[in-house]
């Protein structure tokens, strides 16, 4: 089975520092990773997904995930935090095949301070 | 292109009464899926229609709960009838479908996302 844990609800980071939001998964089948955001009021957006390409994926809006293998991790980051980037974060991987539905980490709030 | 609807955007009923919501997926989109949030917890992963079979229902929570992908355009879900258990926002997402090569990279996969339907049951 698939699990995706996320450390910490909620991460304060400074306008212009570097944004680090965490998630380890566990799978028993080669995993398909996803990096999803939601703002206020609106759907989930996809920022980023590792597909066994490379393992340095990078995404929208200046964000960058690497995955790891030996950490089982796909930790989520990006240089210098903009304020329009305050939102809930979701980590997901897929719970079988390609085309299966997701499972998700329990969402990371990034707040971030002018 | 528009992208994935939901129909309404907010539902509250009492306990007992029957509520369906409805996703509209992008079009061509062969792929639905239906999850739910339920507050303070994480999106969880209700079931999945290829057109308009089920692929994969182990997340319906109970027989409550009733989805339905006729023609496999738009779907519904219906919870009949409710307790206050399922309040939360149901989202509703679809995706193109697969286009790989055996361990080769994923392609069309991305699930895009329908804004959510708020249900509260009181």
């Known amino acids: 089975a698939q699990s995706v844990t996320q450390l910490g609800s909620h991460v304060s980071v400074s306008e212009g520092a570097l944004v680090l939001l965490r998630c380890n998964y566990s799978s028993s089948v080669p995993p398909y990773l996803f990096w999803y955001v939601q703002y206020p009021n609106q759907g989930l957006q996809l920022l980023l997904k590792y597909t066994s390409a490379a393992t340095l994926v990078k995404g929208i809006n200046g964000f960058e995930a690497e995955f790891k293998k030996s950490e089982t991790s796909f930790h989520l980051t990006k240089p210098s935090a903009h304020m329009s980037d305050a939102a809930e974060y979701f980590c997901a991987v897929t719970r079988g095949g390609g085309a299966d539905g997701l499972t998700f980490g329990k969402g990371t709030h990034l707040i971030i301070q002018p | ?122």
């Open chain 2, 1 to 122: 292109e528009a992208g994935v609807t939901q129909f309404p955007s907010h539902s509250v009923i009492e306990k007992g009464q029957t509520v369906t919501l409805r996703c509209d997926p992008i079009s061509g989109h062969d792929n639905l899926y239906w999850y739910r949030r339920v507050m303070g917890k994480e999106i969880k992963f209700l079931l999945h229609f290829v057109k308009e079979s089920k692929q994969d229902e182990s997340g319906m929570p109970n027989n409550r709960f009733l989805a339905e992908r006729t023609g496999g355009t738009y779907s519904t879900l219906k919870v009949q009838p409710a307790e206050l258990e399922d309040s939360g926002v149901y989202f509703c997402a679809s995706s193109q479908g697969i286009n790989r090569k055996p361990h080769g990279p994923l392609t069309n996969n991305e699930q895009f996302f329908g804004p959510g339907t708020r249900l509260t049951v009181l």
